[in-house]
């Protein structure tokens, strides 16, 4: 297979797109596919657009009107203006008929039931599954997000390095907020010696804890704003 060459522009947020593209070239098959579940207006921070401006094909769902009426046009991209729900996450993909069952990548990024999608998804076996994680939260806390489109909360890395574990995936890589995995008959084609959350989560600005101080009062440290603002200021040191 010839490598997948990445455009000169990076859409990704943190670093994504690199990672993406040096994980596909890792694989002994590709297909050519990709889905991405939340795929805003299929260009900002978007974690396929560079797949798809290096011929793939792609399958981009998106609920919000305003962002879908944006994605462009392209003969390669299929779209759908739908709110991903996890009992319907899989009938979804099943109208696209021409999508392998084991695509080579999956994006979720719904900011929020991010977990409970990709549960959903299974017998699909994408090859790679990038899938967003709440960074606010600590390695030891293992947390799921109520089944609740209202709640907007995410669940934690290690929750969703559990569920990956079951549904027979592997952690490869990282970053701030996102968590990439591949399938498990791949993965010695990776390298790994340590796949740990402790050795592979290294981008932790966005970690805040909580404890309480001898009178009782909450204190915060770490990171003490939102992440999801724009332009969130850099972390201050703990």
Same mark, same amino acid.
């Not at 040096?22 to 207006?41: F, M, S, Y």
């Not at 990024?109 to 960074?135: A, C, R, T």
């Given at each position: 297979?010839?490598? *997948?060459?990445?455009?000169?522009? &990076?859409?990704?947020?943190?670093?994504?797109?690199?990672?993406?593209?040096?994980?596909?070239?890792?694989?002994?098959?590709?297909?050519?596919? %990709? $889905?991405?579940?939340?795929?805003?207006?299929? !260009?900002?921070?978007?974690?396929?657009? @560079?797949?798809?401006?290096?011929?793939?094909?792609? !399958?981009?769902?998106?609920?919000?009107? @305003?962002?879908?009426?944006?994605?462009?046009?392209?003969?390669?991209?299929?779209?759908? %203006?739908?709110? !991903?729900?996890?009992?319907?996450?899989?009938?979804?993909?099943?109208?696209?008929?021409?999508?392998?069952?084991?695509?080579?990548? *999956?994006?979720?990024? $719904?900011?929020?039931?991010?977990?409970?999608?990709?549960?959903? *998804?299974?017998?699909?076996?994408?090859? +790679?599954?990038? $899938?967003?994680?709440?960074?606010?939260?600590?390695?030891?806390?293992?947390?799921?997000?109520?089944?609740? @489109?209202?709640?907007?909360?995410?669940?934690?890395?290690?929750?969703?390095?559990?569920?990956?574990?079951? +549904?027979?995936?592997?952690?490869?890589?990282?970053?701030?907020?996102?968590?990439?995995? $591949?399938?498990?008959?791949?993965? &010695?084609?990776?390298?790994?010696?340590?796949?740990?959350?402790?050795? *592979?989560?290294?981008?932790?600005?966005?970690?805040?804890?909580?404890?309480?101080?001898?009178?009782?009062?909450? %204190?915060?440290?770490?990171?003490?704003?939102?992440?999801?603002?724009?332009?969130?200021?850099?972390?201050?040191?703990?």
């Amino acid at each position: 297979m010839q490598p *997948l060459k990445r455009p000169a522009r &990076d859409y990704s947020q943190w670093g994504e797109q690199a990672m993406i593209f040096d994980a596909l070239n890792k694989l002994p098959e590709r297909d050519g596919w %990709c $889905v991405d579940i939340g795929a805003g207006d299929g !260009v900002t921070l978007s974690n396929t657009r @560079a797949l798809i401006e290096a011929g793939y094909n792609a !399958v981009l769902i998106e609920g919000s009107p @305003a962002k879908f009426a944006k994605i462009p046009d392209d003969p390669r991209v299929r779209k759908l %203006c739908e709110m !991903v729900k996890p009992e319907s996450a899989r009938s979804m993909l099943s109208r696209f008929a021409s999508l392998p069952i084991d695509y080579d990548f *999956l994006s979720i990024d $719904v900011d929020g039931l991010d977990y409970q999608i990709w549960k959903s *998804l299974f017998p699909h076996i994408p090859k +790679l599954v990038m $899938v967003e994680f709440n960074p606010t939260m600590d390695e030891t806390l293992e947390f799921i997000q109520q089944a609740d @489109a209202t709640t907007d909360t995410g669940s934690s890395l290690p929750a969703i390095v559990r569920l990956a574990n079951a +549904l027979g995936y592997e952690l490869i890589a990282t970053t701030a907020t996102n968590a990439l995995f $591949v399938w498990e008959d791949y993965f &010695d084609h990776f390298g790994i010696r340590d796949n740990s959350i402790r050795a *592979l989560w290294t981008d932790r600005r966005f970690m805040s804890w909580v404890f309480y101080d001898y009178t009782g009062r909450a %204190c915060v440290t770490g990171f003490r704003e939102s992440p999801w603002t724009i332009n969130a200021p850099a972390t201050p040191d703990i």
